[in-house]
């Protein structure tokens, strides 16, 4: 049976850890892994003496490279800071998927009035009585300077272009209400561009004290400062050290309790000893190093579904500068039969079980279990070696052979595992065929993989996070797309007009019986026709000290949201 998107049934899902997810529904009929109640699950043997009494104590492997919303990449640390300082229109609870009203005082519906028929246009009625951090007054006008804010800026490391390519035009209709025209009829509007870091509301007038806003250019002021109006306001960043945040006293709604303060601490070891002795209150940990914490003495681990990013495995098929090393041609990835057997050479299982610890599980091509259009029904590739050689027993290059190489950020396990058990699958079926794993630095890795072309045929790395079908297909699926032109999809694919056809259609169908229809069709048919290795979805595994009360994390959001926890003062 298809999964289910209206009631509350979870769909069937692989076990891992044997944390039970819990569907949800949302405006357009997103299904998320819930979180309620999950932090019981973990394992607690007592708290002891609280430690950094106040101030929640969060060990970062990373620090952001900017603060700015127009500046903030998808799914880098700078979001994470964002989300805590800025507010939105609309954002997500602690509770499930589903969007609540956060600046504006109402999600906007047809069923309420506030989308026109057409779905054209939206209407956002405004909380009155916001003030900004600087103690100016929020407004309507505020939201437009906002979002025109990012448009004129328009950086290409920032997502500006989820604003740029939706928005026709928009106005502040009286001081309270903001209306926005899009281009087109969009179905993932509220969760892809409302939703998203750089539609975030700043204070005009810090901005405008500070440089101002200049066409294609960023603003050194804002990146290193910030003027919201969260629950929290900026502290003050230490680069290389730490970065704090606290609690805003006039904030609108239900006020945080304990300041926040992120130390900067990349190696893993020492994260995890910080939550040991009590240090952190929370790390952040790989899925393969939590049973290091597990049983420690007032730590619990907090299991709350999956992460809405995929692992994936990228096939390149337009590079003509491939390391020295490398046998096959730039279009060697061209051929459906080669990436249909590297899919049966990699062992799924083994891969969630040992890299990942156990936290993880399966996902389709290409939606992740817990957004909308999910088909628990749809069709995965399973471990088959003997699939695998029968494929690349009709390809030109079984008598031969190949050697290739996969690139992977050092330092990253989950990425790494990808890597290596891809090499041992497609070692075993051919004494001909190579396969390299080549370990860069994050620096360099991230060079390369900003390249156009991208140096190699095989790259590994998570998705960008979305909560909305079209996030994903869009970016990674369709032949015009962002991965689509980089990686020459479009000439690799048998019918590209086809896949372009229905993603389309799924951004811009708002009827969510007939969106489900052709995300369905094009989990077959990209099945079939395979652009990536979908490896597995990461699993939420937070530890965190037990006298950190009421501590959850929901998938949607983009790291913890640290007002709803509760931290002893004394």
């Known amino acids: ?217 960023p603003s050194e002021w804002m990146d290193t400062n910030m003027v919201g109006t969260g629950p929290y306001e900026f502290g003050e960043w230490k680069r290389g050290e730490s970065l704090t945040m606290t609690v805003f006293e006039d904030y609108w709604g239900e006020p945080a309790k304990s300041d926040v303060r992120w130390d900067i601490t990349p190696e893993e070891s020492s994260r995890v000893l910080a939550l040991q002795a009590g240090d952190a209150d929370i ?49 060697f990835f061209a051929d459906k039969r080669i990436r249909q057997a590297f899919n049966y050479a990699f062992d799924y299982d083994t891969y969630i079980n040992s890299f990942l610890d156990g936290y993880g599980a399966r996902y389709t091509a290409y939606i992740p279990q817990g957004v909308f259009g999910y088909d628990e029904t749809a069709p995965v590739y399973e471990y088959d070696l003997d699939r695998a050689t029968e494929l690349m027993e009709q390809t030109p290059y079984w008598d031969e052979g190949f050697t290739v190489s996969i690139l992977v950020q050092s330092g990253e396990p989950e990425f790494e595992g990808v890597a290596l058990l891809m090499k041992d699958g497609i070692e075993q079926i051919n004494p001909n065929f190579r396969v390299n794993v080549v370990n860069q630095a994050e620096t360099q890795f991230d060079e390369n993989l900003g390249s156009d072309p991208v140096p190699y045929a095989l790259w590994v790395k998570n998705a960008d996070p979305g909560a909305d079908p079209h996030q994903f297909f869009d970016p990674h699926q369709h032949p015009d797309g962002d991965w689509g032109e980089k990686h020459g999809m479009r000439d690799a694919y048998e019918d590209p007009d086809r896949i372009a056809e229905l993603i389309d259609a799924g951004k811009a169908t708002v009827d969510p019986n007939e969106r489900f229809e052709i995300y369905a069709e094009l989990q077959r048919l990209l099945h079939e026709d395979p652009m990536w290795v979908y490896a597995a979805q990461e699993g939420l595994a937070y530890p965190y000290r037990s006298w950190l009360e009421d501590f959850t994390v929901n998938p949607l959001w983009r790291g913890p949201h640290y007002e709803y926890y509760t931290k002893a003062t004394e």
């Not at 730590?299 to 098929?317: A, K, Q």
């Open 1 to 217: 049976m298809r999964s289910q998107w209206i009631g509350s049934d979870a769909p069937s899902t692989p076990r891992w850890r044997g944390a039970t997810l819990v569907a949800g529904v949302a405006a357009l009929g997103l299904v998320l892994s819930g979180c309620a109640g999950a932090a019981d699950s973990g394992s607690s043997s007592g708290s002891g003496e609280t430690r950094n009494a106040g101030v929640i104590v969060h060990a970062q492997n990373g620090e952001p490279q900017s603060l700015d919303p127009a500046r903030a990449e998808q799914g880098e640390k700078g979001e994470r800071f964002i989300d805590n300082v800025y507010e939105r229109l609309v954002d997500v609870g602690p509770d499930g998927p589903n969007l609540i009203p956060s600046l504006a005082t109402e999600v906007p519906t047809t069923e309420n009035g506030l989308v026109t028929e057409d779905r054209l246009t939206y209407t956002f009625p405004l909380r009155e009585g916001v003030v900004f951090h600087d103690g100016t007054d929020f407004t309507a006008d505020d939201v437009v300077y906002s979002w025109e804010r990012i448009i004129t800026m328009n950086l290409p490391e920032g997502q500006a272009s989820a604003l740029v390519d939706s928005v026709d035009s928009m106005r502040a209709v009286d001081d309270y209400t903001f209306e926005v025209t899009l281009i087109e009829p969009d179905a993932s509007f509220l969760y892809s561009v409302v939703l998203n870091t750089a539609a975030s509301i700043v204070s005009p007038e810090a901005v405008e004290a500070n440089g101002g806003v200049q066409a294609d250019t």
């Open 283 to 331: 790390i952040d940990i790989s899925p393969s190093n939590v049973s290091d914490v597990e049983g420690v003495d007032g730590v619990s681990i907090f299991e709350g579904g999956l992460l809405l990013e995929p692992i994936h495995l990228g096939f390149n098929m337009r590079s003509d500068n491939l390391p020295a090393s490398d046998t096959i041609p730039a279009d």
